[in-house]
């Protein structure tokens, strides 16, 4: 069954180091993206991509970056690592503009100490 | 810009109790997409429903009903004799035709349901 994955689901860093999160989906959606989840902020989108070589930029996306070389992985980078980068990140796809086949990651648990 | 407002925070009932989780929502364009999702303790997001701009037509699947008003912006959702399972925090979002398949969240709503 497709899927899309995301890894590692907890991680804890220091502050200033560079930390990479990854996620892979299998249903050969062009539409990636990148959201975090923060109390009384719903989920906010960083970065997104519509296919392989782009990427955009989301309204938080500062001291965020991501690559697209395939269709199937859109790994999130946090340069240097901040306290206010503590967060649950999700990563999602979908088939086609309208949120038609809309499909989450199950989440990873974020901590800068 | 688009824009999603879920005005209740939290709201806590006892089950067998009705309650009505609200959305208020802004966009500009004409053709959008309305979703409701499910996040429970666990905290994967399941999705619930997508509606879009041109059917404003109330759906009810078992005791989840959601109703679409254009005239006041809402698309409010509701759960019909609560459990105890359906504790979780909801999220209200919207995809406008010009966002492509971006999603703009509301806040969430934290529905605890007591025994």
């Known amino acids: 069954d497709a899927e899309i994955t995301q890894s590692p689901r907890h991680k804890i860093t220091e502050t200033g180091r560079q930390v990479t999160l990854a996620c892979h989906q299998t249903?050969?959606?062009?539409?990636m993206f990148w959201y975090r989840q923060d109390l009384g902020h719903g989920l906010r989108l960083i970065h997104y991509?519509?296919?392989?070589?782009?990427?955009n930029k989301g309204e938080v996306s500062d001291g965020y970056s991501v690559s697209r070389s395939n269709t199937e992985d859109l790994p999130l980078t946090l340069e240097s690592a901040a306290s206010s980068q503590t967060s649950v990140y999700f990563c999602?796809?979908?088939?086609?503009?309208?949120?038609?086949?809309?499909?989450f990651g199950s989440g990873t648990r974020l901590t800068v100490v | 810009a688009q824009k999603v407002t879920q005005a209740q925070t939290e709201i806590s009932v006892v089950e067998k109790e009705d309650v009505t989780l609200d959305c208020v929502y802004e966009?500009?364009?004409?053709?959008?997409?309305l979703f409701w999702y499910k996040q429970p303790p666990s905290g994967e997001l399941v999705f619930l429903i997508r509606?879009?701009?041109?059917?404003?037509q109330n759906e009810i699947s078992g005791r989840y009903s959601w109703n679409f008003q254009k005239s006041t912006s809402s698309f409010n959702f509701t759960i019909t004799a609560s459990q105890v399972v359906d504790s979780a925090v909801y999220f209200c979002?919207?995809?406008?035709?010009?966002?492509?398949?971006?999603?703009?969240f509301g806040e969430g709503t934290q529905l605890t349901v007591n025994p």
């Open positions: 999602a796809s979908s088939e086609r503009s309208g949120g038609y086949g809309y499909t």
């Open positions: 249903w050969n959606h062009n539409n």
């Open positions: 991509s519509y296919g392989v070589h782009d990427t």
């Open positions: 966009t500009r364009d004409t053709t959008y997409y």
């Open positions: 509606r879009n701009s041109f059917d404003e």
């Open positions: 979002a919207l995809s406008g035709v010009t966002s492509g398949s971006r999603l703009t």
